[in-house]
């Protein structure tokens, strides 16, 4: 396994890589309404891009980030790959935790707090 750089947060990443490979071999399927803050939130995350660790989400061939409809409501559909996953985990936890007090902004946070707690839930992780 390939270690995320700089990883941050309190679970330490081999129980979320250890999780991930046991569950969803296949890739961590997400879906994320339209309008929603989490859904702004992981959309920040992932066009962040190659980020100062130079990392970057990633996803599996086939689920790259696309907008779905399912009736009158649209859902950000996505497939993360292991390591894109943790890279998204951790940029979740950056944006919670901000760079500085200066920048923390708290809509931003708790969307992004509770993201990370619903995937890590998920994956039957208490945080």
């Known amino acids: 396994m390939n270690p995320p750089i700089d990883w941050l947060g309190p679970t330490p990443w081999e129980t979320i890589a250890r999780a991930y ?10 879906e994320l309404p339209a309008g929603d803050p989490s859904t702004e939130i992981a959309i920040a995350a992932i066009n962040q891009g190659i980020d100062s660790r130079l990392e970057a989400v ?7 980030p696309e907008w779905r ?10 497939i993360f790959d ?11 936890y950056e944006y919670d935790y901000g760079e500085s007090v200066d920048e923390y902004d708290q809509a931003r946070g708790d969307a992004a707090c ?3 707690g619903d995937i890590l839930q998920s994956l039957g992780i208490d945080e």
């Not at 490979?21 to 997400?30: K, L, M, R, S």
């Open 21 to 30: 490979d046991e569950q969803c071999p296949e890739g961590f399927p997400a």
């Open 58 to 64: 990633t996803f599996t061939p086939q689920g790259s």
């Open 69 to 78: 409809s399912a009736g009158p409501f649209r859902k950000l559909h996505m």
């Open 82 to 92: 292991r390591h894109g996953l943790l890279v998204f985990l951790r940029r979740l």
């Open 114 to 116: 509770g993201l990370r």
